[in-house]
């Protein structure tokens, strides 16, 4: 029988920054670009058939269940739906000029109590926080449409590619009505229009291009020697070569790198960035510039947190249509602004993958090469490299009485097929020096600490409300570590433990702004404090450390975020499904059954997942997550090393 199908025409404008649904996960379609070259524009015709939603009733609200949906959309503050998700990957620079929709009539679903409402995410150090169902009071239906997308351009397999993400709702919530409205049918045609010559060459001069100081080339040029020799070719550039060649654009040394990036890509065909370089010593210059980021400032969060490091600006250099992105479409030169009265157009989709040796000094570039190399040499032994420790335990004091950590360590040890899983868990023991270090020293391949961090320490709670504080692993406990060159990539949930800003030089800035009540604001897991008086953060402290530590580490850069509870009623944790707690599984989910196994890629890979799942949410914290996740370690590195 024919339905009756009502029609609609969206003109899509290709701009990241006024793209406003959400979406969890994706079923990617590769189109061929040789097949689509000699006619630039083309349609694509997709048709959605749903089955009649479930709708259960709670306490104080109802669910929507639904066969097709991929996902359910969490967006804070608002109702809980269901969403069906598609994404699509084009050459870079492909444009969708529109898209055509058509749909069943409407079947009006009465509900007898409001639509389940997605609460705020919180910081990972706010404790002992009770939330509670909230009732929409949106006078629009919600989501405003059937259809919405997004696009970006990034990395898919080290092709350059333009990412369209379709999400259809099948549901939308009439709250002053009391009911839904369903959709049996959807046909939706999408108009694409493809570049008339490739955005970027296909090169392979080089692979690997190493960025650093003229203090450290002598010793980083046994890594060029040792990269070329496992066929990873390799380009050595000095900062001083960057920004001498005065015909690069670019307003400062940081712009003038990510330039030279771009060039290298087009140029040489380069899938990896190495920076080498953290702060001069303890001082407040540094080997090789940063850029913060401004998402979520101090006028809309809880905190004071107005700036954070982020390399993801230099991994970021193409948006979806293939040009430069500068995370400063206003030109006042404050970097990926995010505020109520402001927002910068930002792609954030990885162009290269990268990561960062934080070195302060000529002795730590030699320490952490010399790891890298001998990590590399061989593979390893599947005696010690076959063991994950996982440290954890209670995150929350939620409703639902989750041990929230050790469920996100348990989540992530399935997908890391024959690994052994080593437990350092709250429920089981203190998590503290004596445990962690049992646990690491005979050698581990990988360790997922997921808890709450900062600066200087890692700690997390005892079940079961997740008040009480475990002793915790601290920056001196590092240097206890005897594993040798037995290194396991290390994976932390928590706040701040890769703030690799952190300098001595503070000492004396704290006392010089606020007198000697500088040194009481230092108290584990208490107020917010950025500028910690420590030599080496956390997370970097584990990559330099002599014999032993950690091969690389990748951890937040400021202020982590997981969710709590489970709003949407699928008995799944919250903790698990979005925010820092999927990116964090998906990381292992990538290399344990992806078989992804270089570093840069692995992470590279984890962050473009997680923007086609979940950037259309407008949450800051969404974009927040992507640009702190920061890869402390060399993004070339073969994860267990060479045959």
């Not at 109590?113 to 929409?136: E, F, T, W």
Request: glycine share 8%; charged share 20%; net charge negative.
């Amino acid at each position: 029988m024919k339905r009756n199908l009502n029609k609609k025409i969206i003109v899509i404008v290709m701009i990241l920054s006024m793209v406003l649904s959400s979406g969890f996960s994706a079923v990617a379609i590769h189109t061929n670009a040789s097949s689509v070259s000699l006619n630039p524009s083309y349609t694509i015709t997709k048709t959605f058939v749903f089955s009649t939603p479930r709708i259960d009733q709670n306490n104080e609200s109802v669910s929507i269940f639904l066969n097709e949906s991929d996902l359910n959309r969490l967006n804070p503050g608002k109702p809980v739906v269901p969403v069906n998700l598609t994404q699509m990957e084009f050459p870079l620079g492909t444009e969708i000029t529109n898209i055509i929709y058509e749909h069943s009539t409407p079947e009006i679903i009465p509900i007898t109590h409001p639509l389940v409402v997605a609460m705020n995410s919180l910081p990972d150090n706010m404790q002992n926080v009770k939330r509670s169902l909230g009732i929409y009071g949106g006078t629009d239906p919600y989501p405003a449409d059937w259809v919405s997308s997004q696009t970006g351009g990034g990395l898919s397999k080290g092709n350059h590619t333009t990412f369209f993400v379709l999400r259809v709702y099948p549901v939308r919530y009439f709250p002053l009505d009391d009911h839904l409205e369903f959709i049996r049918q959807i046909n939706v045609t999408i108009t694409v229009k493809t570049p008339v010559s490739p955005v970027v060459n296909d090169n392979h001069v080089y692979d690997l291009l190493i960025i650093a100081p003229k203090e450290f080339i002598q010793f980083l040029q046994p890594l060029v020697c040792h990269k070329n020799q496992q066929g990873l070719k390799t380009k050595l550039v000095t900062l001083d070569t960057i920004n001498q060649k005065m015909f690069w654009q670019g307003r400062d040394s940081a712009e003038k790198i990510k330039y030279f990036i771009k060039d290298a890509i087009e140029s040489w065909g380069i899938d990896y960035v190495l920076l080498v370089g953290g702060h001069k010593g303890q001082s407040f210059s540094w080997y090789l510039p940063v850029r913060y980021s401004h998402v979520a400032p101090e006028d809309d969060q809880v905190g004071a947190e107005q700036s954070f490091l982020s390399d993801l600006y230099y991994a970021d250099i193409y948006d979806s249509k293939g040009q430069f992105c500068s995370w400063d479409s206003n030109g006042n030169s404050i970097f990926a602004e995010w505020r109520l009265s402001q927002r910068d157009e930002m792609d954030l989709y990885p162009d290269v993958y990268l990561g960062r040796l934080a070195c302060t000094s000529k002795a730590e570039v030699k320490v952490v090469v010399d790891k890298i190399i001998s990590y590399e040499q061989t593979k390893s032994d599947d005696q010690w490299f076959n063991r994950m420790v996982l440290i954890a335990g209670d995150s929350y004091n939620d409703t639902n009485g989750f041990i929230e950590g050790e469920l996100a360590t348990e989540e992530a040890a399935k997908h890391m097929l024959g690994f052994t899983a080593v437990k350092v868990w709250t429920s089981e023991q203190d998590i503290n020096k004596k445990t962690v270090k049992n646990a690491v020293d005979p050698g581990c391949g990988f360790i997922y600490f997921c808890g709450h961090g900062n600066p200087s320490s890692w700690s997390t709670h005892f079940p079961p409300n997740g008040t009480l504080w475990c002793t915790g692993f601290e920056n001196k406990d590092v240097y206890s570590l005897k594993n040798g060159y037995k290194l396991p990539v290390v994976v932390v949930g928590g706040c701040h433990n890769a703030q690799f800003n952190t300098t001595l030089a503070n000492i004396a800035k704290g006392i010089r702004e606020s007198g000697f009540s500088y040194f009481s604001r230092r108290q584990p897991f208490g107020d917010f404090w950025y500028n910690e008086w420590i030599p080496n953060c956390w997370a970097w402290l584990f990559v330099r450390k002599n014999g032993g530590g950690a091969i690389a580490t990748i951890a937040n850069t400021g202020l982590g975020t997981h969710g709590s509870e489970d709003f949407d009623n699928n008995t799944v944790p919250d903790y698990l499904e979005v925010l820092d707690g999927w990116l964090e599984i998906r990381f292992f989910q990538l290399y344990g059954e992806g078989h992804v196994d270089m570093l840069g890629a692995t992470h590279g890979q984890a962050l473009t997942g997680y923007l086609n799942r979940f950037l259309g949410n407008e949450d800051k914290w969404d974009v927040k997550i992507v640009q702190q996740w920061e890869l402390l370690g060399d993004p070339s590195l073969k994860i267990g090393g060479y045959e």
